[in-house]
């Protein structure tokens, strides 16, 4: 009996031990989880020391929200180049924040900040929103261009998607890098606030060019990098500016004015940021349909100045055309049919009906949608707007009255010299002929013309033209 006890008794010892053990390993893994916690909450702010700035990113907020979730979804890798890739979209503050958490996301960050990675592209999608101050759930992405490609042979590469694809940075290429727009565009301005080193600068806006489409547009930016290439930046046709003046819709619709300028400054902004020593001045050439919210322009750059270049109607119609017959409803002039309300606008005001008109009446409408806004702008732009006309010697007055005197560009012997060098050659070449030397093709185009072309031309086209005509002969006489 007493032998029976006593087991009962050591067992009843052996187990009250093991609950003591329990439980001290318990509070001790308790104490340490309340340790780490309250390190994470401790720290306030990251100075970024290492790039430069003295700026700090406060991460409390962040690290609380994001508390017991997973840190880092996605996993970074580095490709043969050494560049570092992300999948996903790049968390800049948090990866600014605590270097720590994953250092290859903190040097892409930090690449975005110093100007060594470029913005290329922004997504607007269904879960973004656009007010009249702020916007969110637009993404942003970046990735490293080779500007200087295009400063030695602009017209080898005379748009911006040239340069992106030179650069490796096309569609699904893996150096592409995407962030928040929101996020990035504060980062980087109060980076910019702070930043105490020479680099990166923010280039000076001196002009931009809107256009009619075929009529010189190309030859414009070309020229504008020709004058000065290692000092000149200039983005022809580049994605990010579209999306962002046309945001809103053509009548906006969307949002507001003030709206889409808002999203435009700091697209600009971030475009206008260069790590390059030499580079100071920035120039654009927007898409042609850029040109009927040219309002946002205005809205958010009124003391920039700004051309519009037209030209005569059947010409620039049978450029629009030069394709098969059997495609020209694919033509860019009469897609737009399809897509803008002010083309629709247009139609509903005049004596024709949507469903009569032919492709050369649909293309010759949204060419006079284009000349009307620019015309609406151009009389109430006080000097700032200039209309300029295409002509076999149009690169002449790009180097006597608009860049020496409209865009306030100094235009030496040696300038003057490169641009009527790049004026000589196709600017759409892209190496497919040795030489690729233009060729002026205005009487060519009248010739061959159709009467279907000549009436779209006559019936739509020629007044809204024949204002601008009106209206540059006024502006030189003022000039003169």
């Given amino acids: 009996?007493?032998?029976?006890?006593?087991?009962?008794?050591?067992?009843?010892?052996?187990?009250?031990?093991?609950?003591?053990?329990?439980?001290?390993?318990?509070?001790?893994?308790?104490?340490?989880?309340?340790?780490?916690?309250?390190?994470?909450?401790?720290?306030?702010?990251?100075?970024?020391?290492?790039?430069?700035?003295?700026?700090?990113?406060?991460?409390?907020?962040?690290?609380?929200?994001?508390?017991?979730?997973?840190?880092?979804?996605?996993?970074?890798?580095?490709?043969?180049?050494?560049?570092?890739?992300?999948?996903?979209?790049?968390?800049?503050?948090?990866?600014?924040?605590?270097?720590?958490?994953?250092?290859?996301?903190?040097?892409?960050?930090?690449?975005?900040?110093?100007?060594?990675?470029?913005?290329?592209?922004?997504?607007?999608?269904?879960?973004?929103?656009?007010?009249?101050?702020?916007?969110?759930?637009?993404?942003?992405?970046?990735?490293?261009?080779?500007?200087?490609?295009?400063?030695?042979?602009?017209?080898?590469?005379?748009?911006?998607?040239?340069?992106?694809?030179?650069?490796?940075?096309?569609?699904?290429?893996?150096?592409?890098?995407k962030v928040d727009l929101k996020e990035a565009v504060d980062l980087v301005r109060e980076f910019d606030e702070s930043n105490t080193d020479n680099l990166p600068t923010i280039l000076d806006l001196k002009g931009v060019a809107f256009h009619e489409s075929r009529c010189g547009s190309t030859l414009a930016a070309n020229s504008m990098m020709a004058l000065n290439p290692s000092k000149h930046r200039v983005y022809s046709e580049s994605s990010p500016p579209v999306i962002a003046l046309r945001a809103c819709g053509e009548d906006y619709s969307n949002c507001s004015v003030e709206g889409s300028a808002n999203l435009l400054k700091d697209v600009i902004y971030l475009m206008g940021r260069s790590n390059d020593p030499n580079e100071e001045n920035l120039y654009f050439k927007f898409q042609s349909a850029t040109t009927r919210t040219m309002g946002t322009f205005r809205a958010a750059f009124p003391t920039t100045p700004w051309i519009f270049l037209y030209r005569e109607p059947i010409e620039v119609i049978m450029s629009q055309l030069d394709i098969p017959s059997k495609h020209i409803a694919q033509a860019n002039c009469v897609r737009s049919k399809q897509s803008s309300p002010l083309v629709r606008q247009f139609i509903d005001k005049s004596e024709y009906s949507y469903h009569d008109l032919l492709n050369e009446e649909f293309c010759a409408i949204h060419l006079a949608t284009l000349c009307e806004s620019a015309l609406h702008h151009l009389e109430d732009a006080d000097g700032l707007g200039m209309a300029v006309k295409y002509s076999p010697d149009l690169v002449h007055e790009f180097l006597d009255m608009i860049f020496p005197i409209h865009f306030h560009t100094v235009v030496d012997s040696a300038a003057r010299e490169r641009v009527l060098q790049i004026s000589g050659t196709y600017s759409k070449n892209r190496g497919k002929q040795a030489a690729g030397e233009f060729k002026n093709d205005s009487e060519e185009k009248l010739n061959k013309a159709s009467d279907e072309i000549k009436n779209a031309a006559a019936d739509f086209l020629t007044p809204s033209f024949e204002r601008l005509e009106e209206f540059r002969e006024g502006g030189e006489d003022d000039a003169l």
């Fill in 1 to 177: 009996m007493r032998r029976k006890i006593y087991l009962s008794g050591r067992s009843h010892q052996q187990k009250i031990k093991q609950s003591i053990i329990i439980g001290v390993s318990t509070s001790c893994c308790f104490l340490l989880l309340l340790y780490i916690v309250s390190a994470i909450f401790s720290t306030s702010s990251t100075s970024i020391d290492s790039i430069g700035g003295e700026a700090e990113v406060g991460v409390v907020k962040t690290i609380k929200k994001r508390l017991g979730q997973q840190v880092n979804k996605q996993k970074d890798t580095s490709d043969t180049l050494g560049n570092i890739k992300f999948k996903g979209i790049l968390p800049m503050q948090r990866s600014l924040a605590d270097t720590s958490i994953n250092p290859d996301a903190t040097k892409l960050a930090r690449q975005i900040l110093n100007a060594s990675l470029h913005l290329i592209n922004i997504q607007i999608n269904n879960h973004s929103s656009i007010k009249d101050d702020s916007y969110k759930g637009i993404i942003a992405e970046f990735c490293s261009l080779n500007f200087q490609l295009q400063k030695d042979d602009p017209p080898e590469l005379p748009m911006f998607r040239d340069v992106v694809d030179k650069s490796h940075c096309g569609k699904g290429s893996n150096h592409i890098v």
